[in-house]
């Protein structure tokens, strides 16, 4: 299986544990920090965490330019096709944005140059956490680093 089906694969899986735990919360649930919430579910550091390891096994890997390019469109534009009403969901894929720094050694400028385009349009300065400007700050310098 390659990397872009490990990481879609993860993706779904994180979002469908998500889905069930909010089917299975009581009415009034996590309001007025009563029980658990959908921002305290134990999915969103289980995902954090799978998706921290897998990220690593794939840069020992050293997959291509182009691969890491797709794996990263992908990474990045999840948060934007998240169904309303997962606002956790929408957060955490936000912040998984930060796993992704190590992969830039592997971008070549072009596809850095590409990503970097996208990515400022799509996430703009006031929709922007600190994930957001680690990456764009990353890319800048791979865009420049030929």
Do not use: N
Request: proline share 5%.
């Amino acid at each position: 299986m390659d990397a872009l089906e490990q990481v879609r694969r993860l993706y779904e899986a994180y979002q469908i544990q998500f889905r069930q735990r909010e089917q299975a919360r009581r009415p009034g649930e996590g309001i007025f920090g009563l029980g658990m919430g959908p921002r305290s579910y134990p999915c969103h550091g289980q995902f954090a965490r799978d998706l921290e390891g897998l990220l690593r096994t794939i840069t020992e890997e050293r997959p291509s330019s182009s691969q890491v390019r797709e794996l990263l469109e992908y990474i990045y534009a999840a948060p934007l096709e998240r169904p309303e009403g997962e606002d956790a969901v929408y957060w955490m894929l936000l912040a998984a944005h930060g796993l992704t720094l190590d992969l830039m050694d592997q971008l070549a400028p072009a596809d850095a140059r590409s990503l970097l385009d996208r990515y400022q349009s799509a996430y703009p300065r006031r929709k922007r956490m600190d994930a957001q400007d680690r990456v764009l700050s990353a890319l800048r310098a791979r865009a420049k680093s030929e």
